[in-house]
């Protein structure tokens, strides 16, 4: 690199016209002053290396547009299978779904669509040979275990509960893994106190069940109250809105390294066993599960949730005091029909499937599209856990903010199959870049 003197005392840097390929989001300055780039994501460009104040450089940024991939698939999968159980020991069924339950750890929750039966939760901290159900108080059970957690998924027993012949079941399968899901085992002492976990943000929403013993489970949501959710609880056994209490949660929020549990025997008996399954509340842009509250219009132009992103499952608790209605649950794997009939379960019923046309995806969240009270009644308050679904969408650039835009509009990403060439300039070593779309769909 040379540099030369121009009118306005200022040094300009001068380069050879080669083109430097960016793969990453770093733009090194020092490297030349022509770059290029194809996407294959969301880039938020950053620029290092510029010249020293005093030191005017120029340089100009090729785009070709293109898109990005998210895949949720070895976080998070919705399967559904048939059983084969019948009167007779290795009657199993396998389900490979890519998740490694035996390495990774994690929850498989089962339930029946086609008959009346329990939820089933099995997780890799107790075991594949015990299970809890959401719709009951019961501690652990041991009935009706799985075969084995494997590193594809997971193995059925023979039983009627998981794996009756003719029988078509769902299962939705949590992977542990940092911003989505974590799970802890603790043995209570009566005292409040902190409770660690991995979970690496914030939690969205906390289940706690004793295991040793019979006992209603507790539920934390962050959207039970706007300022202050940690002063109430709700069962997700029970039909019943959210209540308040200060011996739950010690009336302190949770943190992203622990949460609290305070004097309560259904969070923290003493000697009795817990367990606490943990789902986040990620705000990143590659976000793949959030934990929120609505308020129905009891419409069928209903209140349409923005997540940012197209989700594959949602459950939706009403919240109202004063109100009785269930956790349902719906996917897009059963089904999300646009205009069509939603088939859902509910969380606090062995009740089989049922279906209902009440809730649409769009590409940036879901809305409601019925006033059934369950999902929007008129005035009603609600809380919901989506998580993200797989989709492919034109990449997007985030530039820097100390670039100055044109009337302070920065410009739109060139879309698929088109170039568009971006120019810069910098004379105060950073702070501040000029810059300006030059080109646009270029073929």
């Not at 939603?342 to 049922?354: I, V």
């Not at 034109?394 to 990403?413: C, E, F, M, R, Y």
Request: charged share 15%; hydrophobic share 35%; with cysteine.
């Amino acid at each position: 690199m040379k540099a030369f003197k121009i009118k306005n005392g200022l040094q300009a840097s001068r380069y050879l016209l080669s083109s430097t390929t960016i793969s990453g989001s770093t733009i090194d300055l020092s490297l030349g002053s022509m770059f290029s780039t194809t996407l294959s994501s969301d880039p938020a460009y950053t620029f290092t290396n510029p010249p020293a104040s005093g030191v005017a450089q120029a340089f100009s940024l090729e785009v070709a547009g293109g898109t990005t991939t998210f895949n949720n698939d070895s976080t998070f999968s919705t399967d559904l299978y048939t059983g084969t159980y019948y009167n007779e020991d290795g009657d199993k069924t396998t389900v490979n779904n890519g998740i490694n339950l035996s390495s990774d750890g994690g929850l498989v929750w089962l339930k029946s669509r086609s008959n009346t039966r329990r939820h089933m939760l099995f997780d890799t901290e107790r075991g594949a040979s015990v299970s809890l159900s959401s719709n009951t108080t019961g501690g652990n059970l041991t009935s009706d275990p799985l075969d084995s957690f494997t590193s594809t998924g997971f193995i059925t027993g023979d039983n009627y509960e998981t794996n009756e012949q003719g029988e078509t079941y769902v299962s939705w399968t949590f992977k542990k893994q940092a911003k989505f899901f974590d799970i802890v085992t603790y043995t209570g002492t009566g005292v409040a106190r902190n409770i660690s976990h991995s979970l690496g943000s914030v939690p969205g929403m906390i289940l706690v069940k004793r295991t040793n013993a019979a006992a209603s489970w507790r539920v934390y949501h962050r959207g039970m109250d706007a300022t202050s959710p940690q002063n109430y609880f709700m069962g997700i056994n029970l039909t019943t809105g959210l209540q308040a209490s200060s011996i739950q949660w010690n009336d302190t929020a949770p943190t992203d390294t622990a949460f609290t549990v305070g004097t309560s025997g259904n969070v923290n008996g003493s000697g009795n066993e817990f367990i606490a399954y943990i789902f986040a509340h990620d705000t990143a842009s590659d976000s793949r599960i959030k934990c929120g509250s609505y308020v129905g219009n009891g419409s069928t132009a209903g209140p349409e949730i923005n997540l940012g992103w197209s989700p594959q499952w949602v459950m939706i608790k009403r919240t109202d005091t004063d109100i009785a209605d269930s956790w349902i649950i719906h996917d897009t794997v059963r089904g999300i029909v646009s205009g069509g009939a939603d088939p859902y379960l509910l969380a606090s019923s062995s009740a089989a499937e049922n279906s209902i046309s009440v809730i649409d995806v769009t590409s940036t969240g879901f809305k409601l599209t019925a006033g059934y009270g369950g999902w929007d009644g008129s005035g009603g308050n609600y809380i919901y856990m989506a998580i993200r679904g797989n989709a492919t969408t034109d990449s997007a650039i985030t530039w820097p903010t100390s670039i100055k835009w044109p009337a302070g509009v920065a410009p739109t990403t060139p879309v698929p199959g088109k170039k568009d060439l971006f120019t810069f300039l910098t004379t105060d070593g950073g702070t501040t870049y000029y810059g300006k779309k030059a080109a646009e769909g270029i073929a």
